[in-house]
């Protein structure tokens, strides 16, 4: 009887030592989807899923969402993506939502022709610790308040590389983050994943992996 039960032993133990190995590797990588998206980057992988973890950029996505709130997200009405127009560094001008881009240019060109009416917040000042598409001495910087899981988001992210691109070097673009948790669960760990890829391949890395996550069917 004895001899019988040998083998069901070993299968117990063996069992209980690839649960135990499971539950030592869960929490040490990163989510299984963002994976994918850091080797299509080009990034480092494992360095990649070390920073991730780490959670060393929850408190840069958290300043973002206060400074999103001091730009004029407390306000009612108001939600993802939200985005404030400089003109020389003054605010004359908010895109409340996914405009398109038709809306968003006459908006921009009006600007240009005849200033902006001032808004008076208390945002962050650009400066090269952004993350900005285009020049940072352009005329006209639009900072975006976005969240990564945001379906009107996705909407505005191709609208606002359009409008870089049309623009001639006239606009810029930055992006900030405002992950939305009780919408998106999800978005905040996103949010932290950009930044990790620009830790490792810098602000042309960054661009790309928030671009490949909105592209995903599964964003």
């Known amino acids: 009887m004895q001899n019988d039960q ?3 032993v070993a299968a117990i133990l063996l069992a209980g030592a690839i649960i135990a190995g499971a539950i030592m590797l869960r929490g040490t990588s990163a989510p299984a989807e963002s994976t994918p998206i850091a080797k299509q980057v080009g990034l480092n992988v494992k360095k990649f899923n070390a920073c991730v973890e780490s959670g060393k950029f929850k408190a840069k996505v958290d300043a973002d969402i206060v400074d999103g709130l001091k730009a004029g997200l407390d ?3 108001r939600g993802t993506p939200f985005s404030v127009i400089l003109q020389n560094g003054q605010e004359v001008g908010t895109i409340n939502g996914a405009r398109p881009f038709e ?4 908006q921009i060109q009006e600007v240009q022709a005849n200033g902006g009416t001032l808004v008076a917040t208390k945002m962050r000042p650009v400066s090269a610790d952004d993350h900005i598409l285009g020049d940072i001495n352009s005329e006209i910087i639009v900072v975006e308040y976005s969240d990564l899981d ?4 996705k909407v ?3 609208t606002m590389h ?3 691109e049309k623009s001639e070097g006239k606009v810029a673009w930055v992006y900030r983050h405002y992950p939305i948790p009780q919408l998106h669960p999800n978005a905040p760990k ?10 490792l391949g810098g602000n042309d890395a960054f661009w790309k992996y928030a671009d490949k996550v909105f592209e995903s069917p599964t964003q």
């Open 150 to 153: 945001c379906p009107f988001c």
């Open 162 to 164: 359009q409008v870089v």
């Open 75 to 77: 306000q009612p009405n």
């Open 190 to 199: 996103k949010a932290e994943e950009t930044e990790c890829a620009w830790e």
């Open 6 to 8: 040998k083998p069901i």
């Open 103 to 106: 809306d968003v240019m006459a």
């Open 156 to 158: 505005f992210h191709p």
